[in-house]
């Protein structure tokens, strides 16, 4: 057994409101590969912003201790001096630069600030041959594929001389090919002494590589598993192994006749003209139904809402959309709103709400028709109906004058709630409602989402969380790259259920 | 100043809020009308008095009548996110469009209509809304950053003008269209002669002496639509508080409702005074003063409004709240064009001919008159009444500063400092809040 390079002792962080890591611990041994597995928002991210000093010491409670050595990181920089390199799930290069000068980006090879460009360029090439790659290194970064580009964000760890290497989710984004590559790369990585943690959903590439693996759930560290240990069944159930107790309100659900149908719906990548993102989609909601989506993230299930959502997302957008049984025309957002469609983002401060402005002017913005005549607002309307919102969706604020940029994240989505209710939808799409919010304000919005159905409209839930699709809805599709790989009633469905259909259908697309 | 009174943060529910509270939380508003007239006492008391005196007030609204008319167009433009560098040379370029329809060209016979100084107006409103609309076309959908957009229509008017007068100044212009800025509304009523010119006054040794004082003569019908405005303000503010109340809505505090209310009363009845005192109303007062109480219904109570508030404070967040961006976009710059038309031609009037030179700077006037009335840079907040008083405060400063005969170079450097400072001090306010 090798020695301990990393430990990890009780970390805690808590943001406003949200309690995001709370006892962590986490061991890693010299020259391994370290894999930490967990549900979308169980910490991991976090846990690995904390390592590297994205938040700095002091923001957090516990001890990191690498070589020996008790450290307090301030800035990436400091963790990057001691050889901790972090590749983010979104890559950090410059696209319009070259591939030498992205790997050597604050690190230049320069002489009194002048760049010596061929010590750059032979650089650039050692490193490039050691992650296996060929190509130029004056090539622009935008130029070459993301497979690549996630190798030459490596080749640029390895200019700094990493000794622990962290990629959060390396894989998901690539081709099987390239992620085969790319596991490989760190195998060999391994035979020369460099660790490496690996973030990632993947169950079967964490079989194949990983030596270790330290579940994360909750913000809690669970367990760490050894290599013989490893079985799909044992990840699976450590992590969703929670209990379903008081956490979601009661829902006794009134189904009546489909509502709502989206038939054969297909949509391109936004900028990739080629790359299909939503494969032939066909969901319904019936009256008073709440229905989730499940899948892991990027899986297509917000750029299927989005793109039924007045096609706010994509391109070369295919398929039907029925309200009533009738075919209704959802090509700009008007128009799917006049039609009675409703879509909360699932970044509600990027997509859902002018940050600057204050709660009344929110709450309206979506239907002003309905606080106006001919184009002039009333403004004791406007104040009844704000002040109404407020009180039903239970905003905690001082006054409906209070800026939306300082209320907190469960009382944000209120405010994005009330402005699609007051629009008054007959179907009511949530892009992961409670994401970020606290234990008390997810409840609360559980309740409202119980009461929309009561009063017969159809709610579609995206989320993440799985415990939060089967405590809340009635009906469960399961999304995996960009198609439907199952359907059930919540009644049948349990996490592991779900799991393995994502699982499953990982196993045929590889 | 504005028409809705409601505090900017009030407490729960039906409460009173303490009179300095209220002043704290519209410390912007406030403060930004107490620093136009500190610095307007300031002038007063540099200048000998010369400010306040009611020739030079009525001058200070003429000079600065086109900026304002342009700021309220450049309130929207800041307020959606955008910038507008153009204005100052599509305002040029109107002029000398607006000279050639009515002095330059000879039109033929069946088309001398042209040359009427209406019929050439509106056409000179027309094009520069075009222009905008050009402007704000590439802008808007074909997403060209409106800096770029703009710079680049600032150089191509500014060449136009110049070739569309041959390099010449163009003039003088029909005298109807020299009343648009030149000109006073007519007394319908008749002068009230307080004072007059000639007054017997007895003298201790019993003979009657005849002494020649200042007269003091009045222009009623400026009285007359100066306090019929003041007591329409009144009335809708009252009732605006009242209908607050019945629906249980609280307001600013009471004593604070009466002293906000009759010191805006009593500064508007002053100037009137003095304004009468002279020669009345100016046409072009007039004109501004509709164009401000419509950009400020706009802004405040139209849906219009509130849309490109909503786009400048978050467009992904208004585009997925089904607002039409680009339209609105659109819109916005083509109102600017025409606004900037308009003050194209009320700066010709006034200098009675067209000069190649005309308008040119004049957009760094606007965009500051509008930043120092509080707009953010970043989009999504600003007030009409803010770019208007901005606009004043810039017209006030730059008028005493003649007066008191300190150079121009000293000028400009005083206006960068007021400048910075009044964006330093609103910054301050907010992260302080």
């Known amino acids: 057994m090798s020695n301990t390079i990393l430990e990890m002792r009780s970390i805690t962080k808590t943001f406003p409101g949200v309690k995001a890591l709370s006892d962590v611990n986490l061991d890693v041994r010299e020259a391994e590969i370290h894999a930490i597995v967990g549900e979308n928002g169980a910490g991991k991210s976090t846990l690995m912003k904390v390592l590297s000093g994205v938040y700095p010491s002091g923001t957090y409670d516990g001890e990191i201790v690498y070589k020996g050595e008790v450290q307090q990181f301030k800035s990436i920089r400091d963790s990057e001096h001691k050889g901790i390199v972090i590749i983010h799930q979104e890559l950090a290069l410059v696209p319009l630069l070259s591939i030498a000068e992205n790997i050597f980006l604050g690190n230049e090879q320069a002489k009194n600030g002048v760049i010596d460009w061929d010590e750059t360029r032979d650089g650039a090439r050692k490193l490039l041959g050691m992650v296996g790659l060929t190509e130029d290194p004056d090539t622009l970064v935008t130029n070459i594929g993301v497979g690549k580009q996630q190798l030459v964000e490596i080749a640029k760890a390895l200019s700094k001389e990493v000794k622990l290497l962290i990629l959060d989710e390396p894989t998901a984004s690539l081709s099987e090919k390239d992620s085969a590559a790319l596991l490989d790369l760190l195998m060999e990585f391994r035979s020369q002494g460099i660790t490496s943690i690996l973030i990632s959903h993947k169950l079967n590439e964490i079989a194949k590589v990983a030596d270790r693996i330290t579940v994360i759930r909750d913000g809690h560290s669970i367990e760490t598993l050894n290599k013989e240990d490893i079985t799909e069944d044992r990840i699976i159930t450590l992590m969703v192994g929670r209990s379903l107790d008081d956490r979601y309100p009661n829902r006794e659900p009134n189904i009546g006749d489909v509502v709502f149908e989206v038939r054969d719906w297909s949509v391109y990548h936004q900028l990739h003209r080629e790359r299909q993102v939503i494969k032939n989609i066909s969901i319904n909601i019936r009256k008073g139904e709440v229905v989730g989506i499940a899948g892991l993230m990027g899986s297509g299930r917000t750029e299927f809402a989005m793109s039924v959502f007045g096609k706010s997302y994509g391109q070369r957008i295919s398929g039907e959309v029925f309200l009533h049984g009738k075919k209704i025309d959802t090509s700009t957002v008007e128009k799917a709103v006049a039609n009675g469609i409703a879509y909360a983002t699932e970044d509600r401060k990027t997509y859902g709400l002018n940050l600057i402005d204050h709660i009344k002017h929110n709450t309206t913005l979506a239907n002003l028709g309905g606080i106006s005549r001919v184009g002039v607002i009333d403004d004791m309307t406007e104040m009844d109906v704000a002040n109404e919102y407020r009180k039903k969706t239970n905003i905690r604020s001082s006054s409906v004058y209070q800026i939306t940029g300082n209320l907190s994240g469960g009382n944000q989505q209120k405010v994005v709630l009330s402005k699609w209710l007051f629009a008054n939808p007959d179907v009511l799409i949530l892009d992961e409602p409670t994401r970020g919010i606290d234990v008390g304000a997810k409840y609360e919005i559980y309740t409202i989402i119980n009461q929309l159905a009561a009063q017969g409209k159809a709610v579609l839930v995206i989320s993440s969380e799985m415990p939060e699709l089967l405590g809340i809805t009635d009906r469960i599709y399961v999304m995996n790259e960009g198609r439907i790989v199952g359907e059930m009633q919540t009644s049948e469905a349990s996490q592991e259920k779900i799991m393995r259909a994502i699982v499953r259908a990982e196993g045929k697309a590889s | ?433």
Not at chain 2, 100 to 106: D, E, Q
Not at chain 2, 212 to 222: E, G, I, N, R, S
Not at chain 2, 225 to 253: D, H, N
Not at chain 2, 377 to 387: H, I, K, N, S, T
Request: glycine share 10%.
């Open chain 2, 1 to 433: 100043m504005t028409t809705e009174t409601a505090p900017m943060s009030m407490p729960a529910q039906n409460q009173e809020l303490t009179v300095l509270g209220a002043l704290k939380a519209n410390m912007r508003d406030y403060g930004l009308l107490l620093a136009l007239i500190l610095i307007m006492l300031f002038f007063q008391w540099s200048t000998g008095g010369v400010l306040f005196k009611p020739v030079n007030l009525t001058n200070i609204i003429l000079q600065n009548s086109y900026i304002i008319v342009m700021a309220l167009g450049m309130l929207l433009v800041i307020v959606a996110g955008h910038i507008d560098l153009s204005v100052g040379s599509v305002s040029g370029f109107i002029g000398a469009l607006a000279a050639m329809l009515m002095v330059g060209w000879r039109f033929p016979p069946e088309f001398s209509f042209l040359a009427n100084p209406f019929v050439a107006g509106a056409i000179c409103i027309v094009v520069g809304a075009a222009i905008g609309a050009a402007q704000g076309y590439l802008i808007a959908y074909h997403r060209i950053p409106s800096f770029i957009v703009t710079l680049a229509g600032m150089l191509i008017f500014k060449g136009l003008s110049l070739a569309l007068l041959a390099g010449k100044s163009v003039g003088p212009f029909p005298a109807e269209f020299q009343l648009l800025s030149a000109g006073f509304i007519p007394d319908f009523i008749g002068p009230t002669t307080l004072v007059p010119a000639v007054t017997a006054v007895p003298a201790s040794d019993g003979v009657v002496a005849i002494a020649a004082v200042q007269p003091l003569v009045l222009h009623t019908t400026t009285l007359v639509i100066a306090i019929v405005g003041i007591v329409a303000l009144m009335f809708f503010a009252i009732r605006g508080r009242q209908r607050r109340k019945a629906r249980g809505y609280e307001s600013e505090p009471f004593v604070l409702f009466v002293a906000k209310n009759l010191v805006i009363a009593v500064l508007v009845l002053f100037f009137v005074y003095m304004l009468a005192s002279y020669r009345g109303l100016p046409n072009v007062l007039v004109v501004m003063g509709i164009l401000i109480a419509l950009f400020v219904f706009i802004t405040k109570r139209m849906t219009f409004g509130r849309r490109i508030y909503a786009l400048g404070g978050n467009l992904k967040a208004a585009a997925l709240s089904g607002i039409k961006t680009e339209r609105m976009t659109f819109y916005v710059f083509a109102i600017m064009g025409a606004l900037a038309a308009l003050a194209g031609m009320i700066y010709a009037a006034r200098l009675n001919s067209a000069t190649p030179k005309a308008g040119q700077g004049l957009e760094l006037d606007v965009i500051a008159a509008v930043f120092i009335g509080g707009a953010s840079a970043l989009g999504g907040v600003g007030a009409v009444a803010g770019a208007v008083i901005g606009a004043f405060i810039l017209g006030v400063m730059n008028n005493g500063m003649s007066i008191m005969g300190i150079n121009i170079d000293l000028q400009q450097m005083i206006k960068g400092v007021v400048l910075l400072a009044a964006v330093f001090f609103d910054l301050y306010n907010k992260n302080r809040a």
